[in-house]
C-alpha cells in the first residue's frame, strides 16, 4: 500500500484537480482516484505521464509514487 499524499499535495499546490489529472493523463478519473486510493496499480506509463504533467523530475519518482 503507498502513500500518495505528497502527489495530492503537489497537486493541490498547481492547482491541479484529480478531474482535470485525468483528463490531461488520459484516465477516467474515477479509475484516476480509484488508484489514488490504492484499489488499483499505476501503469507505468501512467506514472510518466503524470510525472510530465506535474513537472515533477523522474529522479522524483520514489518519493511520488512509492512511498509507504
Request: hydrophobic fraction near 35%.
Amino acid at each position: 500500500m503507498y502513500n500518495y499524499s505528497k502527489l495530492l499535495g503537489v497537486m493541490r499546490e498547481k492547482g491541479i484537480t484529480q478531474e482535470l489529472l485525468a483528463q490531461k493523463v488520459g484516465l477516467n478519473s474515477a479509475t484516476l482516484n480509484q488508484k489514488l486510493k490504492n484499489n488499483s496499480q499505476f501503469k507505468q506509463s501512467e506514472i510518466h505521464d503524470i510525472l510530465k504533467c506535474l513537472g515533477i523530475p523522474i529522479s522524483d519518482v520514489s518519493k511520488y509514487f512509492f512511498y509507504k
